[in-house]
């Protein structure tokens, strides 16, 4: 009897918010793969309620001039897309994890560990510089889009092979 292949894990992110705009309200055709794979359940994103807060408080800002449906059709999409799991101030915090040199972004980091998450996408420079950090500790990985989009395989090629 030949025995069967483990199932293939779906890999885990995290998106920060400049990504989240990106991929939702400028539809950045240079993200469609992320987009796509997200869409078709080839990964999975996942947020925190203080994540999801700050996307909705950047909807809301006077400079993106977006109508309250605009922004409601928004969030729908990132909430079907992106998966609320427990916050990470809830949970025991994190020793081994750097500290970013922006506050505001930590969440992201703490986010990525607790949540289990195989790499973080951000286009902020303070996240990325720790981006040795997190896989010299063994974290998580840390990219750019376009460096995630280099390196991501999607599921119906692994399996292929």
Request: proline share 4%; charged share 25%.
């Amino acid at each position: 009897m030949i025995p069967k292949a483990a199932p293939i894990a779906l890999q885990r992110v995290v998106l920060d918010t400049n990504v989240c705009l990106d991929l939702f309200m400028f539809q950045d055709r240079r993200w469609q793969v992320l987009h796509d794979a997200l869409k078709h359940g080839n990964i999975e994103a996942v947020t925190s309620a203080s994540c999801r807060m700050e996307f909705i408080l950047v909807l809301g800002y006077t400079k993106m001039q977006l109508s309250i449906e605009s922004q409601t059709a928004l969030l729908k999409e990132f909430d079907h897309l992106i998966k609320l799991v427990d916050s990470p101030a809830e949970l025991a915090k994190p020793t081994q994890l750097p500290r970013c040199k922006d506050g505001d972004d930590q969440k992201f980091l703490e986010l990525a560990y607790v949540s289990g998450a195989d790499a973080l996408i951000t286009k902020d420079k303070a996240l990325l510089k720790l981006a040795r950090k997190t896989i010299r500790s063994e974290l998580f990985r840390i990219f750019t889009p376009e460096a995630w989009l280099a390196s991501y395989v999607p599921t119906e090629a692994l399996v292929k092979q």
